[in-house]
């Protein structure tokens, strides 16, 4: 289980009956229903991949 994006306000995880792969954001009932917000006071997420500068000077 990891962050979605820095903000931090979803999580891409495993459903966990059928093993697919679901992004659930902050504030769903899924947050809870999965177990996200007991890993999350656990410490147990981990943080987001690093997101490409796509800045153009």
């Known amino acids: 289980m ?3 994006n820095q903000g931090k306000n979803a999580v891409i995880c495993n459903h966990p009956t059928n ?3 679901w992004t659930v954001p ?3 009932r ?3 229903e999965f177990g996200i917000d007991q890993a ?3 410490g147990e997420i981990a943080d987001a991949d690093p997101q490409p500068d796509l800045t153009v000077s």
């Open 2 to 4: 990891k962050y979605a």
């Open 40 to 42: 999350e006071q656990r």
């Open 26 to 28: 902050r504030g769903h």
């Open 30 to 32: 899924f947050w809870s």
């Open 19 to 21: 093993g697919q792969e």
